[in-house]
Every structure is written in structure tokens, then in C-alpha cells.
């Protein structure tokens, strides 16, 4: 398959996926990492987010999730288990209330079946904000990857109430035939 513009960049920059660009265009819009000591990364693998983060907060606290393995990365303590069970990360929850940014670039398995994937991205994003806001402390930040889908005005109706502001952003590494799109909130 043609590889496109960005997964050529990554590769040649050597970073492990195309979608450190998107974080990275954000960062450079809202100053992510401003002030953060401690960090959960959901939907980690390969990793590109996770070593953004390490490299932008080196000695800081970093915690990462994946259903998939996860090559290490300085300073980050992986984690291989379904979002759905993080109850049961004892290292995660010890860090309850301490964690000022929550990044999800989670995507679930894609069906085909448009009302079927709308649910479970529903689903997804709803537990994402859920563990966001408890392991957070109330000062913090939350970046999410959702879709534009019917239930897209839904879901932001929910980060709003629990974010005192809340921004869409299209990064330019997103691509544009994908309904891909992120949420960022901030208190
Ligand atoms: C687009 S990738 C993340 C890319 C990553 N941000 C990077 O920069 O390399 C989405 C990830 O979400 C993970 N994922 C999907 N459902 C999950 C779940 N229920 N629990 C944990 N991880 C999940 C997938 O395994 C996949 O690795």
C-alpha cells in the first residue's frame, strides 16, 4: 500500500506512528504539557503519543494502556489490559486524583456496520471521560479522539459538562476521508 505524506515523515523522523503529528499540532495550539506532572495515555501502541509525552516531560510520571503490547519508552510505565478493566491496575488507581492530563487516541475495531460502530465508539468514549475525570485532579486536561457521527454532539455535550472549555480540532495528520476527530477539554 502507497504510503502516505505523514507515515513517510514519521518513518523517516523516526517515530513510531504518523499520529505523533496530531498531538503534536495540538500541543503546539493549546500548550498540552503546560504545567502536567503526571500523564495516562489510553490507546497507547505503538507508542508515538507516549514518546511525545516522555520527550516534552522527561522525569515526569507517565502511565500508558493498551489492548496491544507497547515496545518500552523512557519514562513510561505500560500497561497491557483493556480499558475496561482498569479497576484493576493497582499502580493506575494508586495515582487516583493525581493525573493533570488525560490523552486517548483509543479507536475501536471497526465493523463496517455504521450503527454498530457509532455504539461502541459511543461506548469507548464515554468510559474514556469517565476514568479521565476520576483519576484526574480538577485541574486538569483531557484530550480525546472521537468521530463525527450522530452521536458526536452527544458526547461533547457531556466533556461540557465537565470542562469548563471544550474544543474541537482536525489535526492536518488526520486524514481528511476519516470522520476522525478531536476533543480537548480543560479546567
Ligand atoms: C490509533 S491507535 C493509537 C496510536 C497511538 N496514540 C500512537 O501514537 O502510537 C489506537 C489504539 O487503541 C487501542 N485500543 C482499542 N480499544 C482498546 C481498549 N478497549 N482498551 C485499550 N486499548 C484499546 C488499540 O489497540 C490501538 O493500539
Given at each position: 500500500m502507497r504510503q502516505d505524506y505523514w507515515a513517510k515523515k514519521a518513518k523517516l523522523k523516526g517515530?513510531?506512528?504518523?499520529?505523533v503529528f496530531k498531538i503534536m499540532e495540538i500541543d503546539q495550539k493549546v500548550?498540552?504539557?503546560?504545567?502536567?506532572?503526571s500523564i495516562l495515555d489510553i490507546g497507547?501502541?505503538?507508542?508515538g503519543w507516549s514518546e511525545y509525552a516522555s520527550k516534552k516531560c522527561p522525569n515526569k510520571n507517565i502511565f500508558a494502556i493498551d489492548l496491544l503490547e507497547m515496545e518500552p519508552v523512557d519514562n513510561v510505565s505500560f500497561f497491557k489490559a483493556d480499558i475496561k478493566n482498569i479497576d484493576q491496575i493497582k499502580a493506575v488507581n494508586d495515582?487516583?486524583?493525581?493525573?493533570d492530563l488525560v490523552i486517548s487516541d483509543l479507536a475501536p475495531n471497526i465493523t463496517g456496520i455504521g450503527a454498530v460502530d457509532n455504539e461502541s465508539i459511543l461506548e469507548l468514549n464515554m468510559l474514556t471521560l469517565e476514568i479521565a475525570v476520576n483519576l484526574s485532579k480538577t485541574q486538569s486536561k483531557f484530550l480525546v479522539k472521537t468521530f463525527q457521527n450522530n452521536n458526536f454532539k452527544y458526547f461533547r455535550s457531556f466533556m461540557e459538562k465537565k470542562f469548563s472549555l471544550v474544543q474541537n480540532f482536525k489535526p492536518l495528520?488526520?486524514?481528511?476521508?476519516?470522520?476522525e476527530i478531536y476533543l480537548y477539554g480543560e479546567n
Open positions: 517515530f513510531r506512528s504518523r499520529a500548550d498540552l504539557f503546560k504545567n502536567v506532572k497507547s501502541s505503538p507508542g495515582k487516583k486524583g493525581t493525573f495528520a488526520s486524514k481528511n476521508r476519516s470522520s
